[in-house]
Every structure is written in structure tokens, then in C-alpha cells.
């Protein structure tokens, strides 16, 4: 560390589960907390944390008429014009507690309470022009009314002014009261928020400093993507992750486009840092976009998947039911070398990519990790020379098995794994 | 004319006044009538008849706090969500009268009266949720929220569904009611409406069979630009003009660059149909922008402007201030064999143009029009065949002047003339 | 007319055979004849006249290698660098004589000859360094090695100076010598010949002047599209005809998107300027290319394309082998009434036009034309009031089969027809 | 090092002499060996050891006709097609010896010999069809005709082809022959080589294998820029060094705008690859231009670029003709400080930056380097806290002047220093 990085919060890629590819704008208090409960249960023990409800919590109709969001919705704010849990969904929201039960409730179990946010101050704030904490000015003052989301029409955009400082610090402390412990602040990373911004860099350090200004540590979580790299400087000095695509879903194409992504952000994956991959579409997913299904995703893709993200180190961040979750999914969530991959492997770097495979690799107690992808559309051997790799190998094991590599597979230190279609390996050098 | 076109309420360029240029977003009911007034006296007889309010009537505080425009500034509206006039600056408009009065003390002048709006419906109608007349739903459920204007927060967009054209049809029954015989319809027609549209036709469409359903003739007119020329079929079925630049001023990059842009549009200059120049910034302007100032065109640079307006049968809307017109201005605005060209003349035509000059003709009772152009920066020959032309070329006459051009310019049927730099010269050939 | 079009060597849009479609980059001196020897026989009589060698002709490997273009082939020159007929394709151009004797033979049955070349000089002539008649400087004074056209290697762009025009000058006299009517120039009227350049203005007015220069009426015909709206005025300024799209092939795609061009390019088509639908890619082709067939386009499709084409006035000219003509293709070319629009009408104006459906009008003799096209997936009744015209109705003839339409679909002016999918009807109104 | 770089050829930023800013394309082997000899006297020592020659030097006539380059020059070239050098301008290169006598002087000074060359394959090899060495085919079949620099008509592309490869590896070959230490490849790094190419990846790549194929190590140098920061990872895999902006000079809206750069580049800085901000324009340059002068920048603003240039690890090339190099250049170009932080500072970090400053951070040791920039137009207070950094400061010393700073500029670990506008301030926090 050159200096002394106020993000550092997480040291570690973030891991939980987020209601969003299952719930929708839809979640609910029991739902919640009946996640959490199975993390508590199944997948604490593996590192997992964080407990995050996504969009639309303060709008009590979310997910009626058939829409993911209503136009002129009809949101929960308080006197200062923020948003509070729509009770009808969060019943101990009432009388004004906020999240502050819920955020209790998983803190008893040992986990960590997230939330979502829409850039901005609603649009209803503005029309009833409330006050704004510790100034003299209102809503309208604050807002600007030029600076609204393309897709989802609650907020407007805050100013860049002491004033607009002051609203983002109001929702933080409110937050912080709450004892939330992760943010993701949507509609503000993507490459094209206004017609010439590449992303909203003012709003995004805005609400870093209100961060700072509550007092509380919360991780930082920006999102959509495609984040862009020219602003990577910023998106490190003012958050712990950023999303590197646009919403990811569970789609081979959307999967073998993420390789060429982290081949991009890979020098920035540092403490505190994390280029985001996107919530993991695994087990059961789609209910509240009325599309209940299980994942799309063949087994192989999904142990690509997860082998992408923990070598990587993306933040990891479930999206599926954990009620719902079989034997297999549990699986990919709780393999100890790949979590250990994820959370404790240094500098991951990309060896080699082509249209038809790529090689990773990462670093861990002196050893390695090697991840080796099939990206074709039919079973492959794919072949890497470790005397490439600056280190004497000494031992071979298979990551998801834990059993070390048969010698057939390893010649004059060149290995060559038959690797399914879209299917991946991860390896353990020692 | 292959088919009968709907809109053929004029068939010559309209011609008249625009308070815009002069006033900005503040002009009072005194200004309109008084401007309308010296019309009525110095100008009509020569074929001067609109005068059009533009921009922010409804808003009563135009002009305060040092800007055009006031972010969620309180319009005045009536009970359906229409603006009215504000009763500060229009006190006729008091008690629901709208601009009833003014329209008719115009007419009675024997002037036409003219309205600017703002496409859509106002955000504040939609905070109060009006109830739109002839349906079952309210201004909730014809506003679209993402469709807002990137330069004025005043309106959202209105959607094209059959309740969004009740809307339309309410305000344009408004209108008619009131006497209105023109209509600027402002953030519309330029090229990048929304990011993916080139233009918007939906609302333009709307707004075409509002006028039809009112049952009044009202001239169209679509602002600003500039428009797209793949467009120009759409434009030519629904507007009588739209502009083909964005906003003119007085500066000479602005009228050289026309050139170009009727260079472009010169085929779809017809009866009913007329690419538009914008307004005549000449005489006393910038006043309501806080830049009161005689026009900035050199005298040189006024007659090219109008030469080149006239000739390309550009709409012709004044925009100083009336009331302050010397004698140099008046005399552009009353020349007869420019007024002529403009309103009879037949076929806009370029001949030439380069970076240094331009020549135009038109067809005028078998005879033509031909206008030279130095778009140099220094006094410059302009030479121009007439054997070119397709006619016997038997007397040439200074339109200007209205005197025979010396034979001296003219050999061989070849005509030269000294034209100083950035002037004109516009000849009529028998 | 109000000026005297130096262009207007064509009135009507020129009508004929181009040998593209069906035999790409290959075709031969036989091939070309007995072409010519069809049309003078079944098709001359209803206009039909050019008969045009296209691309490649002075490549002797031409189509050898599998491919269309060769990379740096070896072109037939003469010493001053201009290309001249391979005399293996073309035996009689043996001893220089270059197209002189073929052109001879068709103009002896009553048609016209004409040539494809690419803009630009040979970069063999360029190696060479061959002299530039009438100058005193070579080959590499006038080639412009930066501008290289993009698909095809045998050209440099010549540059737009004095020599410059000597070298288009030495061509096209060479070509007049020949007796050539009609030359088609490649690879100049797309929209982004260079990266910052619309189209090649600068070389299409060398070669109009260069065809001035010759002393022989030629007509010139620019390639490919699509050609740039903006730039309509120098194309007709310089040219007669001009690609609208890219290459037109027999997929109903294409033909779709056709309808939108000639939305775009209606106001442009007079005497002497015809927008160009490109050629009519019917009966046998792609023999050259390895892919012979019958066209791919069904009969409603094939009577689609002919009333588009007929009623906006595009040059007419047949892709197909001309030998292989079966009846139906035939009649195709045949229609009277068809030619009659294509060559006779006037002001080809579109009525309406959205995603299912297409109207079109042109007028003649003081009648009208109406083409009414179904551009839906499946049947569909198409209506039309004739009311909308500015004409009264006493006749209405099927132009197709010469034929009055039965009065059970017309209702107090509003014709309705059912259309197959993707089919359309041309009327006509007297 | 997770992996062996193949490019490990140079640990640290290559520093030298280039012949372009002071000899364009003109330079000959007197100027060369010249300035070979200043630097083993004057520079050597310091850590300067590569000598560059630049563009054109197969090109006899070169530098004549008052342009940088002729179209269709006449290279010299060998029977294999490759470039050798002019021997009117480099005698020794008489009868084939190429740049082996140059090379070994250059050698017996201790020093280093680079050259430049444009990708691809003389034009003239192309046009004589030269074999191409280790294969049976020739240029021709190796050539890519559309594949052309857009400033220098020299060249085609060579295809990424086996045979392709061979070309490369032929002229790769006779470089290593000649003893050539450094190689700097032209029209390769730009952001848009072909309209859909980011930048010649696959010619690269071929230069890679070129380069290892012929068994000498030579730094790889990518030209022109702004390389794209996507293609990361590609330059990281194949060169040595890429320009990270267009070609850099003399003028203070360059230098600024290299800081956006920086800040872009900073983590992909490591041994043996080096994001190069171009040649240093200073002393004597622009002779071989037609425009000789000494630099325009302030002595400020040459301060600001060594000190930019040194703590971002930068290459260093000098540009100035160094047998005129007056002492302050001597002095920029020899200070120990700034040079041990060009070549042993670690982790170059950019710590803040807007339109009015920079401060930018590295290692070193334990300790840390600290630049200060005030890129402002107006002498300005730049201030820093020390507590920011990760390290106790016991000792601050000035880096250009050796001395410690003096401690009425910091309090309380916060630096205070006025700095001249666009000048800059180097310390050594210890």
C-alpha cells in the first residue's frame, strides 16, 4: 500500500446474497430473513455475509402490474424526503423504525445488513419539497431536475453543492442509525449516464464522503456496468466495487463476454477494491420477474462461472433462493479451495485467451492457483506449460475435487485436461 | 400538388414576429400588443401578419433570479393540467380567460396571433395528478416519466397512446377556443431527441391530429433543429416548418452556415411545407437576456440574411423589438421585390456554392430571381453566366434598389458584380 | 428547369443489362453479346437499350482462384496506364482496339454499350510509372496513395489536381473513342469513402468534367451506395444516377429497407437524375459467383420490387442471364404499363408508408399511378381513398394485367385489395 | 512475478537519444555517431545508453522536396524486399552491410543501437514481387493490399499468416544480424489503425515472435499512440514500451493532457513494460522540419515533464540534438535523484489530480517519492498531508535541488510549497 486507502473496509471480496435475481423489486421482511436464516445455517461457515435487499423497498406496490417499476410510483419517504421501508413488505418498518429491526435481527445471526439505493432524491420529495437536514434549503434546491435514471423514474439526480452533500449525508446517518453495513448505489456506474458523462463520477464521491461523514463503515457497491476503465482511478478512491458489465444473467453469452472484461480489469483488483462480476444467477432464480426457473446455466457453465469469479476475486454475491437451494448449488458455494481462492489469492492474472479458451492464474501462500477454461462449444483438451509460470511445481491438485491430478495429464510439466464444453478447471500448484 | 395535403393553411412562408429574440423567456402583455401594434401600422400592409408569444408564458416568475429558465418552476395551469397565461405578466388571462383577449385585440388589428408551448405536459400537472378531459385517466397515466427536455424542466413527455392524443386534442380545443392561428412546438424537432431518436415523430403526429380534431387552422411550426433530413417526408405530412439549424443569432458563422443547411433542404420547400431559417435577429434584441443590443450583423450581413431567407422562401419571423425599428431595419422588412421573392417566388434553387461564394435563382411569373453571394472575407467579383440559366434573359434589375443593373456588369450575358465581404446582391431577370 | 442540367443526356431513367448479377467479376465478350443479342430481340422494343460490361474486364484471371478480386492482379494497360480489355475474355480487343468492335456490334442492333470502372488509376500503372497524356508529369504525380478502395486492391485514387484531370481526361476520351453511352464509376458514392469524407465529391466532378471534356454524351451512373442525402445536390449536379443503398441482392430484407431509401430520396428525382435501386436481380444469377440459381425472390416479391422500382423512376437494369429469360421473368420486363410509369411518370411521391404497408403515387397525363404494396408477413387488405388525391377519379385500371379493377373494391373512392404477403398492386387512376 | 514475461529484456525504463524531433526523417550516420559520442561523454554515465534512429532511413531522398515524406519514394531495398539503408546518407551501409558498422561503433562506446521501422512490407518489394526468405512465395502473397498507414505511403500490412511470419522473422533476422539492441515499430499502437481494428494486434504479435525467433534481445517499442488501455493486457504480453498519446512536442496543452494519461496507465507499469509518454522535446529540436528552435517549453514546464516523466517511470528519449545542448538541459537530463526514480522507484500512484493540480507518489527503498504539479495558469500553494501516505516521514528533501526542504512548508506533516504555474515540485520523503 502506497497510502492509506479510506476504503479499506473490506479487505476481501464481499460475500452474501442478494435478493434481486430471485425477488425482484418484490423482496419482503420474511423473505429476508428467512435468507438469512439459511445463511446462518449452510453458509457462514464458508465466509458468507452479507444480507442485501435489493431495489424498491420503499415502494409499497413494487411488482403489481405486471412491471418491475411503476411509473409516478408512490414511494415511503419521510419529512426529509427519504425513503423509508414500505411497511406493507417490512411490517417492523413501522412507525418510522426503518430497516433497524431487520438490520438487528442479522446481526444476531452473525451476518452483515446491505441495501440498495437509487441515485438521487425521489422524485416525490421534490413535488411535496421537503426540507433538508441541517439546511435551510428544500428538495427543490438539491435536486436536479435534467438528471434521471433511463429505466427507472423515482429520483433525481443530487447537485454537486454543499447542499447536495447535505442530502446524501441525511440518508447515510439515517442509514448508519439503521446499522447498515453495505450500500449498493445504483444507476450511477455505467458508461453512458448522461449523454457526456462516462459515469456519475460527481454523485459517487458525493456519497463517499457521506459514507465518511456517518461515522459508520459500509461497504461501497456501485452499479450497473459497464463500468469504464479510463475511470478506474476513480471508482478505486471512492468505492470497494464496481460492476464490470451490465446485469448479468444466466446466459452463456453473457458468461464467455465477463472473460474479456476481467482480462481488463484485472490490475485493479486490490484490498478494497473489487471489480464486480455481478450477483451469481445460481439455483433458483426468477420468481419475482414472474419467470421461476432454475438456473439456465449447465453444471459445467456454473462451475466456469464460479471459477472465473473466486479466481478473480470478484465480490460474490448469490442470487438464488437459499431456501430453495439443492445439493449441487450448495456445493459450488461451499467449495473451501475455491472460497480460499477467492478470498485469500493475490494479483489474478490472465495467462492466455482466445475465442476457444483462457488460463488464469493467482498466487496463495506462495503457491498458485491455475484455472483453465474450455470457451468452445465441444469437449477440449486444453494444454498449459507450467515452466511458463515463474515457480518449481511440486504437487497438482484438482480445486473442486481436492484429489491431486493423475500424472497421465501432466507431461514434462505441460499439462493437458479434456475440459467439457464451457465447462472449467481449477488447479492447486504447490 | 399529387395529393391534397392537410395542412396547405399556408401557402406562402408565414411571416411575422416572435418575442424570443428580443424578450427571452419574460415577454408582458403591454410588449405583445404594442409589437403588434407597430405591425399592424408600419408592417401589414407589406404581408406582416403573426405575432407569436414564444416561450415560459405560463411561468410567472420568468426572468427572476438571473435565468431563462427556473428549475420546477410553479407553472399556472388549470384544473385539466393545461398552462395558462400567468395573470402577473398577461392580466387579460385573468379568470380563466386565457389569451382570448390579446388574440382578439390582435385580429382586430387584422393580424394573426401566435403561441409557443413546450411538447408534452407540465410536471406540475402531473404532481397534482389532473384528471384529462375526455377520459377516465389522469395526467399519471399520459406523462412519460423518462421523456423529459434536456434545457427546460418544465414538462414530461406525453405518451402515444389514445388518452396521450385526449391530452393533445385538450390543449389544442384550448387553444382554438382561445383564437390561436399558430403554434411553435418547442423540443421537438431536433435531431437527437432521445438518444435512439432522431426526431419525435410520435409527439409531432399527435399534435398534427390535435389541430385536425380542434377544427381551427393552425399553422405548425416544429423547434428547434436542427431536423433531420431523413425525416423530411414526415415533416412535410405533419408541419407547415420546422427549422433546419438550431437557435440563430447574430453572429456571421451562424448565416454562413446556413448556407449549407438550405443547400440540403431546397427540394422540400412547397406550398405548406417551408424549412425554416429561424428568426431575423436584426434591430434591438437581447434584452430579456440581460444582452440588450442593436443586432451584431454588420448592414452587409442583414442583407445577405435576408436575401438568402427571402429567396429560399424561409418562414420570416422578426425578432427585435418592433417599437425601436430605425429606418435601415425597416427597410429590409419592406422591400417589396424581396418580400416578393419570398411569398411568390417559385423552385429555390443553388446554382453554386463554395466556401467563398453561393448563387441561388427562383421562378418568378417566368422571369427568375438570382442572388450572388460573398461568403468571403473580403470584397469580392462574383461572375455569373446566365447562359445557364434555361431562359432569355432580356432586362436585369438590382431587387434592391429596384434599378436597372449598369451594363457594365454584364457581357455576353455574363454578369459580374463587386459584392463587399459577407453581402449579397439579388437581381430580378426578365 | 431553371437552369440548363449539362447532364441531360438521359430524360427518362435509362433501361438495359448489367452482367454483375449473374456473372460477377468473369463475364466474356460472348457472354456480353449474346446478351446483347436477347435484348434486341425480346426487349428492345420496350425500351430497353444499355447493355453494360461490368467489373474487372481488363483482369485476365478474373474469377480464377476461387475469389472475386485477386490481390495486386495483373490488369491489361496500355502505355499511358489506362486499362484496357483483357484480350483472353475479350478476343476482339486484340491489337488495342479495347471495346471499339463490341461496342460497334451493339450498336448495330439498335442499343447502347457501356463500361463499369473503379475510380482512380491502376496501381500496375503506378509501378510502371506510365506518362499522363497531355502532361509532362507520370503516373505517380497524379495517384493519391492514401486513398485505396476497401474491397477491391487494383486502384489508387487520383489526386484533384490539373494532371489529375488530364489522367480522367485521357480515360474517358479513350472510352468516347470506343463509343461508349454509359459508364458506371465503383467505389465513389458510399457514405464513408474515407473516414472524414461523405463521398468521393472531388473525383466524381473530375470524371463529370473529363465526360464533358470527351465530347461524347455518356451517361454516368455512380456506385455503390449508399449514397448520402445530404450530398444530393453535387450528385445531381454531377451525375445521372446514384446508388441509394448498398448492393442490392434478391432477400426481402433488402427489398424492405428499399421502401425507407426511396421515402428519402423522392424529392429527388428529375431529368436527368435518377436515384438508383441498384440492378434487378431476377430470373438466373450468381453463376459468377459460384452460386447459380434462380432468384430467390418469390413472384409477389419479384412484382413488388418491379412496382418500386417503376413507380420511383429507378434506372431499370436486369441482373439476370438474359439467354435464360423464362416467361414469367419475362412478362416481368414486359408491362407496358409498367415501362409506362418507369419512363413517363412524374413526381413519384409516397403517400404513406409504416411498417406493414406501403402507398405510392406519380402522375401522368394528367392521370395517376398508384402502387399499393403489402410489406407484412402474410395476406393483407390494403385500402387507399382516393379522396387523399387531388385528382377526380372516373377509371381504375390494373396496371398489371390491363385490366379495370371490379367495382366490389372500391366504396365511395376507397379502394380496398386484398395483397399476398409481400406483394403489391399498381393502379391506374383516370 | 506471477509468470515469465518473455519481454523481460529491459527491467527498467529504456533511456536514450531519438533522431526524430531534431532530424525528422532526414538524419544521417555523421548526426548519428555525433550524438552517440555527447552521450557516451556527457550522458552515459547517468544511465542514458540507447541511440535511435528514426523513420526513413532506407529513403535516399528523404527530408527533400520540403515534405516529411514522398509519395511512392524509392526505397532501398535488398533482394528479399527488405529495407536497408540509403547509402548516400549512411555510407557506411555500402555493399549490404546495413547498420552493422553503425551498430559497432555505437556498441564500442558502450552503448546501445535501435532503429525504427513501419509495420509491414516496402511497397516496392511488393511491386518487384520479392521472394520472401525461408519460404516459396513472395511478397506479393505475403503483402495485405488494403492494409495501408494512413501518413506514409511506404508500406502494406504483412498478413498474419505462416508465410507472413517469415517475412517478419527475415528482417528480425537481419536486424540481429547488424547487432541492433532496440527496435521502435510504427503506425501499429494507434487506437484506430483499420476503421474496426483497436490497434495491430496480430502484426504485433508476429513482431513478438519475430523478435524471439531471431535469438537477440531487443526492446520492443509500439509507436504511435494513444494506445488503447482495453488492449492492455496484449501490449503487456508483446512489447517493451507503447505510447500512451499521439506523437508529444513542445506545447503546454500536451503536457497537461498527459496527466489524464498517467492517471489511466499507472498500474500498468511493471519490469519490462513501460507506458511511454513520448520523446522529450527539449534542447535544440525541429531542425529536420524546417522549423528549428530551441524548445517552446518554460523552464517550468520542463521541469514539470522530467519530473511527470520520471516518477511515472516513463522511458526517457531525448529528443534534442545533444551536440547543442546547453547546461540547463544537461541538467534536467542528469539529476540523480530524478533518474534513480525513473529507473528505481516502484508503484508509480497517482494521489489526486483536477484541472489545477496533481500529486503523484512511488517507492523507493522504504521511502517515497512525492511530485507536486501545479497545472495551473497562475503560481499556486500546492498542498499535501503526509498522514495520507503509509509510512512514518522522518526526512524531506528537495529532488531537484538535493537539499532538505526547509520546515516552514510543512506542518504538521502537511507540505506547503508555492509552486510557479505549470511547474512542479520532486521530493524524497525518507
Known amino acids: 500500500m ?15 446474497w442478494n435478493s434481486w435475481d430471485c425477488f425482484a423489486a418484490n423482496v419482503t421482511e420474511v423473505e429476508l430473513l428467512e435468507n438469512a436464516k439459511v445463511m446462518e445455517e449452510k453458509l457462514k461457515k464458508f465466509g458468507w455475509e452479507y444480507v442485501v435487499c435489493d431495489i424498491q423497498w420503499s415502494e409499497p406496490l413494487a411488482g403489481t402490474e405486471n412491471v418491475t417499476y411503476r411509473d409516478f410510483a408512490d414511494l415511503t419517504i419521510d419529512e426529509y424526503g427519504r425513503q423509508m421501508p414500505a411497511v406493507n413488505r417490512f411490517p417492523s418498518a413501522a412507525d418510522g423504525k426503518g430497516f433497524k429491526d431487520i438490520a438487528d435481527k442479522i446481526h444476531a445471526m452473525g451476518l452483515k445488513f446491505g441495501i440498495h439505493i437509487m441515485r438521487g432524491i425521489p422524485r416525490k420529495a421534490v413535488e411535496l419539497n421537503c426540507p433538508v437536514i441541517g439546511t435551510d434549503v428544500r428538495a427543490r434546491d438539491v435536486a436536479d431536475p435534467f438528471s434521471i435514471c433511463q429505466w427507472n423514474g423515482d429520483m433525481y439526480g443530487v447537485k454537486d453543492t454543499p447542499e447536495g452533500q447535505k442530502y446524501y449525508d441525511s440518508i447515510f446517518a439515517l442509514y448508519a442509525s439503521w446499522g447498515v453495513d453495505f450500500v449498493k448505489v445504483d444507476d450511477i456506474a455505467h458508461e453512458h449516464l448522461y449523454p457526456d458523462h462516462p459515469y456519475g463520477e460527481a ?15 459500509m461497504v461501497l457497491s456501485l452499479s450497473p456496468g459497464p463500468a469504464v476503465i479510463e475511470k478506474a482511478w476513480q471508482m478505486e478512491r471512492d468505492a470497494n466495487m464496481w460492476r464490470i458489465t451490465d446485469d448479468f444473467w444466466d446466459d452463456w453469452k453473457l458468461l464467455k463476454a465477463m472473460f474479456e472484461r476481467c482480462e481488463v480489469w484485472q490490475k485493479h483488483v486490490s484490498p478494497g477494491c473489487f471489480p464486480d462480476c455481478d450477483m451469481l444467477p445460481l439455483g433458483r432464480i426468477g420468481t419475482g420477474f414472474r419467470a421461476g426457473r432454475d438456473t ?86 486444453i494444454t498449459f506449460d507450467t515452466s511458463e509460470l515463474d515457480m518449481q511445481v511440486n504437487k497438482i491438485t484438482d480445486a473442486w475435487t481436492n484429489k491431486e491430478i493423475n500424472q497421465a495429464n501432466i507431461n514434462n510439466g505441460v499439462i493437458k485436461i479434456e475440459i467439457p464444453a464451457h465447462g472449467a478447471e481449477m488447479i492447486v500448484l504447490q
Chains 1, 2, 3, 4 share one sequence.
Request: net charge negative; hydrophobic share 35%.
Open 2 to 16: 502506497l497510502f492509506k486507502n479510506k476504503n479499506l473496509v473490506v479487505l476481501k471480496p464481499p460475500m452474501g
Open 203 to 217: 454523485e459517487v464521491h458525493m456519497i463517499r464522503k457521506a459514507i465518511d461523514n456517518s461515522g459508520r463503515d
Open 296 to 381: 439456465n446455466f449447465t453444471r459445467d457453465e456454473q462451475k466456469t462461472l464460479m471459477t472465473l469469479w473466486c479466481i478473480f476475486k470478484s465480490p460474490l454475491m448469490m442470487g438464488g433462493d437459499l431456501r430453495e437451494l439443492d445439493e449441487f448449488t450448495l456445493g459450488l458455494l461451499t467449495n473451501e479451495n475455491l472460497i480460499r481462492a477467492n478470498q485469500e489469492g493475490a494479483h489474478p492474472t490472465e495467462l492466455a485467451r482466445d475465442d476457444d479458451h483462457a488460463v488464469w492464474t493467482s498466487e496463495i501462500d506462495g503457491g498458485r492457483y491455475l484455472a483453465l477454461f474450455n470457451l468452445s462449444d465441444s469437449e477440449k483438451e
